[in-house]
């Protein structure tokens, strides 16, 4: 564990505290909310999903969306990283491939704000995450 030296440490202790117990909380109720699986294998990564999810976060923050962002494993769409699955309360799940910052911007303002589809869905032969 890592030692507390300073006020600032301290803070950003409570910060990522707070933040995992809002997943948390919000994880309950989750088929009412906007849920965010962003995926985070190693080509994912490689291909840039982690500033993807940083964006996708701060995107949905700012815009006062109130959603679960969380990352998964791969969803066997190595061609097309990264990949975001995005599913609305009420609706089946899609999936985007090559997710940059930019077009993860647009997922949060037009997909998601304003139901505007984008390109780059993924509809081959999809089935959710949760159902492999």
Known sequence: M????SLADLKK???NLQNTMTLREKGDKNES?????????TCGIAAGAKQVMET???T?????IDAVVTQTG???????EPTVEI???????IVFGYVNTEKAK???TKYIMNNELLEGVIPQNYQSIDKQ
Do not use: H, R, W
């Open 2 to 5: 890592d030692k507390i030296k």
């Open 13 to 15: 202790k409570k910060d």
């Open 33 to 41: 909310m906007v849920q965010i699986k962003v995926a985070m294998a």
């Open 56 to 58: 996708l976060i701060d």
């Open 60 to 64: 949905c923050d700012s815009n006062k």
């Open 74 to 80: 791969c969803m066997g769409y190595c061609f097309a």
């Open 87 to 93: 599913t609305k309360p009420g609706q089946e799940p």
């Open 106 to 108: 647009e997922l949060v």
